[in-house]
């Protein structure tokens, strides 16, 4: 291992152009769960349990339509957890690189935390793929807007029963508002064109190095992603303590820790700090 990181340190330093791919693991270190793990979820939440609500089904906009207040407390314990916590120090560690080390950075992350922007990193510097809690948009799409929500609360949150009321409304038709989440078979997500646009102009340039964060292969949108480029001839460093999440992206090097850890000892190697 430590040959290894000293390799991908090595691959940083004379890195120009970075995408950084994160994913769930990413925000592990931060108290942020991932919901994976349905009986550890059950026992968070036992009223789900009770109504055999798994983490999928209420991340689902069917959960909005049939199980509204169910749906909404799921996601106002997120917003509560993802306040009560802190994106931790590896995320300033790539804001930092982003802005003193490399020639341009982009991140591409699918948690929907919304701690990358929360840490300082430029807005026009992060595709948050999967949306974020802290935006909302109308649930019956009555048009494609969307906007900053970071109330805290936001519902009132009954957490014996796991149900939410006072909802947050739509600002055009008083309708009830959702997350602005791409969530489980969810054909209503409005997008975020802007991000868009610039993760689309930052890949239109060219990488030199991916750095893949956190997957957990059950979500694989930045494993392909990484598989695709490594493909084309760009290195890949991927950064998970779990060795079989390498198993799609094929990474180059590989460094078998946790986010946090991996960030730093990177930045010491790579940059003396």
Known sequence: MPEVIEQAADLLRNAKRVLFLTSAGMSADSNIPTFRDKDGYWNNFPPFREKNLEAQDLANPWAFRNELAHAWAFYEW????????????????????????????????????????????????????????WRLQCLDVCSQQFWDEETVPLCNLDRVTMKASNLPTCPQCRGVARPHILMFGDMEYVGHPEQEKNFRNFMQQGTDLVILTGSSGAVPTNDYIALQLKNRGTEVININPDPSTNEIAQANFFLPLKSKEAFIQLDEIAFGA
């Open 78 to 133: 997120r917003r509560q957890n993802a306040h009560e916590n802190t994106p931790h120090g590896g995320y300033d560690i790539i804001n930092c690189w982003v802005q003193n080390h490399l020639e341009d950075g982009f991140i591409h992350t699918t948690n929907t935390d919304g701690y990358h922007l929360r840490s300082g990193c430029r807005p026009d510097r992060v595709l948050e793929v999967h949306g974020s809690m």
